[in-house]
Structure formats: structure tokens, C-alpha cells
């Protein structure tokens, strides 16, 4: 069984950055496609970033394109979310997922692990 655990969130002015973090054990993480999702109060969840099973392929959101940029070490069965010049309507909860039947992917249904998330919150 696949866990995923995220770490790194918190509370951030405008402007700031965090790096997020998502540990995996229990699986061949270098064969999952990664990916990082968030969830405002009240929104649905929605597809932050994907990055390719090696690293060598990632995809943004349009809203994060230029400002987040996702990358992994498979030999520390991490993948990372760095967050740069975050603004208030970053704000949510960020989840990491999975997916073993793909490289990479941009939609929910696609992914088959999950993990618990990681409240980061913008102030302005």
C-alpha cells in the first residue's frame, strides 16, 4: 500500500514562497506519475502540477505556470512543490497523489493515491 505524506505548508505573506514536500513509502515511486492538487474552502479540487515518472516531463496549471515549479528525487521518494510569489488565492489545501497507470496526468480520477494534504495559507 502506497502512503503519501506532504509536509512544508504554513502561513505566508504575499510575495513569499514554500516548498512543499510529499514523501512516499510502500511502492516503486519511481514508476508513479506525481502530482499536486489544491483545495480552497467552498472549490473543488483542482490540478496544480504533474511531473513524468524520470522528472524529465511537467505540466502546469495556468494559474501557477511561471510561479510553481514541481520536481522530484527518486532516490528520496519525494517530490517537491517550490511556490513562489504566492498570492492570497493560493490559498488552500494541497494535496500530493499518485498514479500508477500513467506518467503523468492533470485529472483526479486518473490518480490512485492520495495524501492527507498540507494547509498553506496566503496573507495579503
Known amino acids: 500500500q502506497v502512503q503519501l505524506v506532504e509536509s512544508g505548508g504554513g502561513l505566508v505573506q504575499a510575495g513569499g514562497s514554500l516548498r512543499l514536500s510529499c514523501a512516499a513509502s510502500?511502492?516503486?515511486?519511481?514508476?508513479?506519475?506525481m502530482g499536486w492538487f489544491r483545495q480552497a474552502p467552498g472549490k473543488e479540487r483542482e490540478f496544480v502540477a504533474t511531473i513524468s515518472t524520470s522528472g524529465s516531463g511537467t505540466y502546469y496549471a495556468g494559474s501557477v505556470k511561471g510561479r510553481f515549479t514541481i520536481s522530484r528525487d527518486n532516490a528520496k521518494n519525494t517530490v517537491f512543490l517550490q511556490m513562489n510569489s504566492l498570492k492570497p488565492e493560493d490559498t488552500a489545501v494541497y494535496f500530493c497523489?499518485?498514479?500508477?497507470?500513467?506518467?503523468?496526468?492533470?485529472?483526479?480520477?486518473?490518480?490512485?493515491?492520495w495524501g492527507q494534504g498540507t494547509q498553506v495559507t496566503v496573507s495579503s
Open positions: 510502500g511502492g516503486t515511486f519511481s514508476s508513479y506519475g
Open positions: 497523489a499518485g498514479t500508477s497507470r500513467y506518467s503523468s496526468a492533470t485529472l483526479l480520477r486518473l490518480y490512485d493515491y
